[in-house]
């Protein structure tokens, strides 16, 4: 059991992994962002109401490194799109 973000990472990166995936809610995600190096995106192509949001990204702190696109089908109602987005070090800034 960890008792924050940090350690948790810790935990992850002492046991070998590469990658650890921060998956909210909204007070998490507000704790790390400046943690992360690396987002997985999805985007779903609705509006809906809700109180909690992914927060927004500085498009000048993050280059998308990968995406692919869905369009609606049999299995999903609206369209979506998967992106991968990493973090701009300083030295490319």
């Known amino acids: 059991v960890a008792h924050s973000i940090e350690e948790a990472l810790g935990i992850a990166f002492d046991n070998g992994e590469a990658e650890a995936f921060i998956i909210g809610g909204?007070?998490?995600?507000r704790e790390s962002?400046?943690?992360?190096?690396?987002?997985?995106?999805?985007?779903?192509d609705l509006?809906?109401?809700?109180?909690?949001?992914?927060?927004e990204l500085d498009p000048a702190a993050w280059r998308e490194t990968w995406q692919e696109i869905h369009q609606p089908d049999a299995?999903?109602?609206?369209?979506y799109t998967?992106?991968?987005?990493e973090r701009v070090s300083e030295s490319e800034e």
């Open 33 to 44: 962002r400046d943690l992360w190096d690396k987002v997985y995106l999805t985007e779903v």
């Open 75 to 79: 299995k999903n109602e609206w369209s």
């Open 47 to 55: 509006e809906v109401d809700g109180d909690v949001f992914f927060p």
């Open 82 to 85: 998967f992106r991968i987005l």
């Open 26 to 29: 909204g007070e998490i995600y």
